[in-house]
């Protein structure tokens, strides 16, 4: 349990500081590139992670370790994503009079998170022979 709890622990301040990075970048737009970028990357990742420890052949049970699925899927990528800034941003958007750039925001974060998840699946599969 303690492991656990270290690897979420460790995987979430690594995905954090990561998120923070990006952050920095500068970017001359009312849209927010870093966050979205963010959270389409950190979908791809979960389809990853997801699929292969579905269906992973790394160990000899089949699977992906436990631990290392919590390290990366609910540490990393909880850490790295983040619904509360795409929340914020949105709401900014819309109330600073850029409703058309929250509409696109929004939708485009909604059907590219799906969509990204999805392709992580597929990745998983071609990187593992299905």
Same mark, same amino acid.
């Given at each position: 349990?303690?492991?656990?709890? @270290?690897? %979420?622990?460790?995987? *979430? /301040?690594? !995905?954090?500081?990561?998120?923070?990075?990006?952050?920095?970048?500068? =970017?001359?737009?009312?849209?927010?590139?870093?966050?979205?970028?963010?959270? &389409? @990357?950190?979908?791809? $990742?979960? *389809?990853? $992670?997801? /699929? @292969?420890?579905?269906?992973?052949? #790394?160990? /000899?049970?089949?699977? &992906?370790?436990?631990?290392?699925?919590?390290?990366?899927?609910?540490?990393?990528?909880?850490?790295?994503?983040?619904?509360?800034?795409? /929340?914020?941003?949105?709401?900014?958007?819309?109330?600073?009079? #850029?409703?058309?750039?929250? !509409? %696109?925001? =929004?939708?485009?974060? @909604? +059907?590219?998170? &799906?969509?990204? =998840?999805?392709?992580?699946?597929?990745?998983?599969?071609? +990187?593992?022979?299905?």
């Amino acid at each position: 349990m303690i492991l656990n709890i @270290l690897c %979420v622990a460790f995987g *979430g /301040a690594l !995905g954090a500081s990561l998120r923070y990075v990006i952050s920095l970048v500068p =970017v001359k737009s009312v849209f927010p590139f870093q966050t979205f970028f963010t959270n &389409i @990357l950190g979908c791809f $990742i979960v *389809g990853v $992670i997801a /699929a @292969l420890a579905a269906g992973a052949v #790394h160990k /000899a049970d089949g699977q &992906i370790s436990p631990v290392l699925v919590l390290f990366l899927k609910t540490g990393f990528c909880g850490g790295f994503t983040t619904f509360s800034t795409f /929340a914020l941003e949105s709401a900014g958007l819309f109330s600073g009079g #850029h409703a058309s750039a929250g !509409g %696109v925001y =929004v939708a485009l974060t @909604l +059907i590219s998170g &799906i969509i990204c =998840v999805y392709l992580g699946e597929l990745a998983a599969g071609f +990187i593992l022979g299905k």
